[in-house]
Structure formats: C-alpha cells, structure tokens
C-alpha cells in the first residue's frame, strides 16, 4: 500500500504557474503508475494528467494540453504536475493518483488527500 501527500497548491492570478508535487511512501514507487486529477465544486472529479512506471509515457486530458506537465523522480518517489498558463476554469482540489497493475483485471488504486489550487481572474 501506498500513501500519498499532495503539495504546492495556492493562489494565483490567470496566466501563472505553479507546481504541485505528491510524495510517496511506504511501497515501491517505481511499480505504480501515477496520475492527477481534479475536482472543482459541483462537479465529478476528472481525469488531467497520467504517466507511465519508467516515465517514457504521458497522457494529458485535452484542456491542459501544451500548458500541463506531468513528471516522476522515482529516485524521489515523487510526482510532479507543472502548471503554467492557468485560467481561473482550472480551479479545482488537485489530487494524486497511484495506480499498480497486479495482473488481467487486478489494479489497486490510492488516493491523496488533495491540494487546492485557485486561479483569480
């Protein structure tokens, strides 16, 4: 099992950055893939940022594209999302995700407990 904390969130004006970062702990970070999702309020938690065990893959949800980085430092068991052009439509709770594929049909998924990120017009 793994335990993740979330850091980094704020407040920022539209058109700054900031990084979130989600240290890991207590399993081997290597096995898992991580991800970030986002929920803001009233609305479901969604999909923004996944990448692979070794890092060699990425997959971004489309509305963060080109603006969104999502990296690892397994030496550091940690997972990074750098955000940079925010909009005040990207104000959410941003949470972890660590997912480790045991076999066909067999993932476990663990969660952090999330970091607010608030964007000002």
């Known amino acids: 099992q793994v335990q993740l904390v979330e850091s980094g969130g704020g407040l920022v004006q539209a058109g700054g950055s900031l990084r979130l970062s989600c240290a890991a702990s207590?399993?081997?970070?290597?096995?898992?893939?991580m991800g970030w999702f986002r929920q803001a309020p009233g609305k479901e938690r969604e999909f923004v940022a996944a990448i692979a065990t070794s890092g060699a893959a990425t997959t971004y949800t489309d509305s963060v594209k080109g603006r969104f980085t999502i990296a690892r430092d397994n030496g550091k068991s940690t997972v990074y999302l750098q955000m940079n052009s925010l909009k005040p439509e990207d104000t959410a709770v941003y949470y972890c995700?660590?997912?480790?594929?045991?076999?066909?049909?067999?993932?476990?998924?663990?969660w952090g407990q999330g970091t607010q990120v608030t964007v000002s017009s």
């Open positions: 995700n660590a997912e480790y594929v045991a076999g066909i049909n067999q993932k476990y998924t663990y």
């Open positions: 207590g399993s081997t970070f290597r096995n898992y893939n």
